[in-house]
Antibody, heavy 121, light 106 residues
Framework: EVQLVESGGGLVQPGRSLRLSCAASGFTFDDYAMHWVRQAPGKGLEWVSGISWNSGSIGYADSVKGRFTISRDNARNSLYLQMNSLRAEDMALYYC??????????????WGRGTLVTVSS | EIVLTQSPGTLSLSPGERATLSCRASQSVSSTYLAWYQQKPGQAPSLLIYAASSRATGIPDRFSGSGSGTDFTLTISRLEPEDFAVYYCQQYGSSPTFGQGTKVEI
């Protein structure tokens, strides 16, 4: 079955760090660019970061630049998001999403179910 | 950053009716790099349309997309019960951004 499964979310205090993971299965992971997209409770969607198939091209939203780091391990079919200096406004459901191209096209043809990040003291 | 504004915020319709959703960009979206997604309660979004008018795999032909430049439209020709959901447009000509969503309700 073609799927993406996120993990690593949880409750974290402001200023602390968290690392999200996304496990891909059912398709050739290194044929695709990958992204993180988030959705605050009751709100719309916000693109967070994207990475090309070979990690050669990486992009971030201005809201997370300098605090978040995206990475991937093609041998493990996994995508990661290291989130540092977390803020209340980072609280959201974080989705892992597949790009239909190896070098990012910027839209998303497969989504995981998300992992919830709660930032609170 | 390209800002996308969707209208209306909520669309109240009945099964069998036609739905027309609008997405307007603050500046021209290059090469019709516009997508539409459907999100049902408690679920992840799913891709409906890419490149403004191309249906994603498995999407029924009652869904159609059109437009270019700054004005785009998603049309659902005859609403089925499973189509009642929130719809988002997204541009990917530059750093990806989404509209705020249109809720299609019964």
């Amino acid at each position: 079955e073609v799927q993406l499964v996120e993990s690593g979310g949880g409750l974290v205090q402001p200023g602390r760090s968290l690392r999200l993971s996304c496990a891909a299965s059912g398709f050739t992971f290194d044929d695709y660019a990958m992204h993180w997209v988030r959705q605050a409770p009751g709100k719309g969607l916000e693109w967070v970061s994207g990475i090309s198939w070979n990690s050669g091209s990486i992009g971030y939203a201005d809201s997370v630049k300098g605090r978040f780091t995206i990475s991937r391990d093609n041998a493990r079919n996994s995508l990661y998001l290291q989130m540092n200096s977390l803020r209340a406004e980072d609280m959201a459901l974080y989705y892992c999403a597949r790009d239909p191209r190896a070098y990012s096209s910027g839209y998303f043809d497969l989504w995981g179910r998300g992992t919830l990040v709660t930032v609170s003291s | 950053e390209i800002v996308l504004t969707q209208s209306p915020g909520t669309l109240s319709l009945s099964p069998g009716e036609r739905a027309t959703l609008s997405c307007r960009a603050s500046q021209s979206v290059s090469s019709t790099y516009l997508a539409w997604y459907q999100q049902k309660p408690g679920q992840a979004p799913s891709l409906l349309i890419y490149a403004a008018s191309s249906r994603a795999t498995g999407i029924p032909d009652r869904f159609s997309g059109s437009g270019s430049g700054t004005d785009f439209t998603l049309t659902i020709s005859r609403l089925e019960p499973e189509d009642f959901a929130v719809y988002y447009c997204q541009q990917y000509g530059s750093s990806p951004t989404f509209g705020q969503g249109t809720k299609v309700e019964i």
